[in-house]
């Protein structure tokens, strides 16, 4: 009768530790479930995207600059997506992201940033023209890149946004906007007049708020970086966007490593979550 009783009570503590165990178990089972990869990512646009300005450039991405302190780069690098797809390019427009960009993405895609815009008004032309020439034409330049944001810069923005929405329908979609590029009286003793770094910092905003408006008729997040480059903007003493640099020309405007980490990753990575 005792070993009976000895036998049961063994048992029982046995039955009990099993449970113990296979709760432990199951429960770190469902934790590393929890733990899913990051979505399939796909990252296009035009340099702001690409990360020219950044240094440490991919030699497979030719003239397109991918850097790998570009935004896209350290978001992916952070995250671990079950896929990363790069192929945002320097100097690109809005039809170039159509044509040569959205190869990767598909139905399983979950997550797509694009930058574009910029060229298509012409910016890399406006600040040749307000670095070389007068105020009035520096501004009436601004001006007329104005003017394509408001006429023609929204159909384009348009046949973008349907191309991605048709590729990826499920994807969450984050359109990032430009810098503001100077620090009104800021450091800056020399270079463009405060009415042309007002001009240029103008257009900036205009395109920003055309951008966001057709961003949000098509159900996509807006990632404004205009506060976090707020202080770090050309002539504010701790710049995280290039000057013009005569050595290096297409470098200028651009942002640094800084620009992409500090500026850009952290208004990406807050729309994506």
Not at 104 to 115: A, F, I, K, Q, Y
């Amino acid at each position: 009768m005792r070993l009976s009783r000895f036998t049961a009570y063994a048992s029982s503590l046995l039955l009990a530790a099993a449970c113990t165990l296979t709760g432990v178990t199951a429960a770190h089972a469902d934790s590393g479930d929890d733990r899913a990869a990051a979505p399939a990512y796909v990252a296009l646009g035009d340099s702001y995207s690409s990360g020219v300005g950044a240094g440490s450039y991919d030699g497979g991405s030719g003239n397109c600059k991918r850097s790998t302190r570009a935004f896209p780069a350290l978001w992916a690098a952070a995250n671990s997506p079950s896929s990363f797809s790069f192929t945002a390019c320097s100097g690109a427009r809005t039809g170039d992201v159509v044509a040569n960009q959205l190869g990767p993405l598909n139905s399983g895609t979950g997550l797509v940033s694009v930058s574009v815009g910029g060229n298509d008004a012409g910016f890399s032309d406006v600040m040749m023209t307000c670095v070389l020439q007068s105020e009035s034409n520096c501004v009436s330049r601004v001006n007329q890149a104005k003017g394509y944001v408001d006429s023609t810069l929204p159909g384009q923005l348009d046949k973008v946004y349907s191309a991605i929405k048709g590729k990826a329908p499920s994807a969450r979609v984050v359109v990032l906007g430009y810098p503001r590029f100077y620090k009104l009286g800021g450091s800056c003793l020399a270079g463009l007049t405060e009415g042309e770094r007002r001009a240029i910092n103008g257009a900036a905003d205009h395109l920003n708020t055309a951008t966001a408006k057709r961003a949000a008729d098509h159900g996509f997040t807006f990632g404004d970086v205009t506060s976090t480059f707020s202080g770090h903007e050309i002539c504010s003493g701790d710049a995280w966007l290039h000057s013009v640099n005569w050595g290096n020309i297409g470098e200028s405007y651009h942002p640094t490593a800084a620009g992409q980490s500090g500026g850009y990753l952290p208004v990406f990575r807050g729309a994506a979550s």
